[in-house]
């Protein structure tokens, strides 16, 4: 009786997909890091090696031949996951990764292996259930590009495709925009001056850090940028004011989207000095982040190398704006900035949101109220009720 025995695939219900689809948005324990977020990756190909579990000698042996390739699955341009359900892979048969393009998945849960369709759905893999043991090739925009068989497959036929691919940036022979927005002189130079001095005449500003999952973090190896809060009201009207003429109309004409709210009036400043730059992410992922609907950017110096800001998911180019100019893109598209390496980028980020934006966060600060009624007042909760 195989893995996938008539009586069991008669009743299996997995997951459909095939290429061309995107890859679901997931988070998985990877390595020794809880929760990473595969969208992270976008920008490169991956190759997923669903096999479930390393009991198996033949498949643990196809499985540590395309790990031991190092020198092909580099982090860079294409990289591998191993998924397991089984904890006894990684206490007893011991899979370890080689970073930053190697690495092995604790799907215990089986939330990638359910997703990839190689875990039935409604089936009880520890108790027999049928299985889809498979490789799974992402391309660079995260959609499956093909997949095949593990156990049908040789897998020198697997490593042979990894090696042909292209480079990343050339998939498909053609080079795919991102979905954003570069508008010209949206601040004055002398607002942007204003701005700039703000930031230095306050000490260079703080760390803010930043949301993973619901909580706020700090990691200077995944984000380095130091903030200022602007506070003076007259400031504050002069930007929204420039923010209402020259990029709010431009975000309904194109996106069907009247953006009536401003969050945040912020200063960020990534210096060479502190090795300034924000890995990939989204601006919206978090529960308290979920109402923002466009980023917005505006570089308020020039003379600085590095800074782009990146769309893996698109392109690898990036956007360098002189000063004064805004790069504005939706919250949810995956993006970076690349490390300084001369002088300091200072920038205004704001984020904007519409009516829709407005009605999850005020259900979100209402749930959060009750929630503080409940457990009674904290003497050392200093926020407003």
Same mark, same amino acid.
Request: hydrophobic residues 40%.
């Given at each position: 009786?195989?893995?996938?025995?008539?009586?069991?695939?008669?009743?299996?219900?997995?997951?459909?997909?095939?290429?061309?689809?995107?890859?679901?948005? @997931?988070?998985?324990?990877?390595?020794?890091?809880?929760?990473?977020?595969? =969208?992270?990756?976008?920008?490169?190909?991956?190759?997923?090696?669903?096999? @479930?579990?390393?009991?198996?000698?033949?498949?643990?042996?196809?499985?540590?031949?395309?790990?031991?390739?190092?020198?092909?699955?580099?982090?860079?341009?294409?990289?591998?996951?191993?998924?397991?359900?089984?904890?006894? =892979?990684?206490?007893?048969?011991?899979?370890? !990764?080689?970073?930053?393009?190697?690495?092995?998945?604790?799907? +215990?849960?089986?939330?990638?292996?359910?997703?990839?369709?190689?875990?039935?759905?409604? !089936?009880?893999?520890?108790?027999?259930?049928?299985?889809?043991?498979?490789?799974?090739?992402?391309?660079?925009?995260?959609?499956?590009?093909?997949?095949?068989?593990? %156990?049908?497959?040789?897998?020198?036929?697997?490593?042979?495709?990894?090696?042909?691919?292209?480079?990343? $940036?050339?998939?498909?022979?053609?080079?795919?925009?991102?979905?954003?927005?570069?508008?010209?002189?949206?601040?004055?130079?002398?607002?942007?001056?204003?701005?700039? $001095?703000? /930031?230095?005449?306050?000490?260079?500003?703080?760390?803010?850090?930043? +949301?993973?999952?619901?909580?706020?973090?700090?990691?200077?190896?995944?984000?380095?940028?130091?903030?200022?809060?602007?506070?003076?009201?007259?400031?504050?009207?002069?930007?929204? $004011?420039?923010?209402?003429?020259?990029?709010?109309?431009?975000?309904?004409?194109?996106?069907?989207?009247?953006?009536?709210?401003?969050?945040? /009036?912020?200063?960020?400043?990534?210096?060479?000095?502190?090795?300034?730059?924000?890995?990939?992410?989204?601006?919206?992922?978090?529960?308290?982040?979920?109402? %923002? %609907?466009?980023?917005?950017?505006?570089?308020?110096?020039?003379?600085?190398?590095? !800074?782009?800001?990146? +769309?893996?998911?698109?392109?690898?180019?990036?956007?360098?704006?002189?000063?004064?100019?805004?790069?504005?893109?939706?919250?949810?598209?995956?993006?970076?900035?690349?490390?300084?390496?001369? !002088?300091?980028?200072?920038?205004?980020?704001?984020?904007?949101? $519409?009516?829709?934006?407005?009605?999850?966060?005020?259900?979100?600060?209402?749930?959060?109220?009750?929630?503080?009624?409940?457990?009674?007042?904290?003497?050392?909760?200093?926020?407003?009720?």
């Amino acid at each position: 009786m195989t893995e996938t025995a008539a009586a069991s695939e008669a009743t299996a219900v997995y997951r459909r997909i095939e290429p061309g689809d995107r890859l679901p948005t @997931l988070s998985q324990d990877c390595g020794d890091m809880k929760g990473f977020v595969f =969208d992270s990756c976008a920008g490169r190909f991956l190759l997923f090696g669903l096999f @479930l579990s390393a009991d198996d000698p033949d498949i643990r042996a196809m499985v540590e031949a395309v790990a031991a390739r190092s020198d092909l699955f580099d982090g860079e341009r294409v990289s591998f996951f191993g998924v397991s359900v089984m904890p006894r =892979d990684r206490e007893v048969h011991r899979l370890t !990764g080689v970073e930053p393009g190697v690495r092995f998945v604790w799907d +215990f849960d089986r939330t990638v292996s359910n997703a990839c369709g190689a875990t039935p759905l409604n !089936g009880d893999v520890a108790k027999g259930g049928a299985v889809a043991r498979k490789w799974l090739l992402v391309d660079p925009s995260m959609r499956v590009l093909r997949s095949w068989p593990m %156990r049908e497959t040789p897998v020198e036929e697997v490593i042979a495709a990894v090696e042909a691919l292209p480079p990343p $940036d050339g998939f498909g022979g053609v080079t795919r925009p991102a979905p954003v927005l570069m508008l010209p002189n949206v601040l004055a130079p002398e607002l942007c001056r204003q701005l700039t $001095d703000l /930031h230095r005449n306050q000490g260079g500003g703080r760390d803010i850090g930043f +949301f993973r999952g619901n909580q706020q973090v700090y990691d200077p190896s995944f984000k380095s940028r130091r903030d200022v809060t602007i506070t003076d009201p007259a400031l504050i009207a002069a930007l929204k $004011d420039s923010l209402g003429r020259r990029i709010l109309p431009e975000i309904e004409k194109l996106f069907f989207m009247r953006a009536n709210y401003v969050e945040r /009036h912020l200063i960020g400043c990534y210096s060479a000095e502190d090795g300034g730059h924000f890995r990939p992410h989204i601006d919206n992922g978090a529960p308290s982040t979920a109402h %923002r %609907r466009f980023a917005i950017s505006i570089n308020l110096n020039d003379g600085f190398e590095g !800074g782009e800001v990146v +769309f893996p998911e698109y392109n690898m180019a990036g956007y360098k704006a002189p000063a004064g100019w805004a790069v504005v893109f939706p919250c949810a598209i995956l993006h970076a900035v690349r490390r300084v390496t001369a !002088g300091s980028r200072y920038a205004y980020l704001p984020f904007v949101y $519409d009516d829709t934006g407005k009605a999850i966060l005020t259900e979100r600060e209402n749930a959060e109220r009750a929630q503080r009624a409940e457990v009674g007042p904290n003497p050392s909760d200093s926020r407003p009720g």
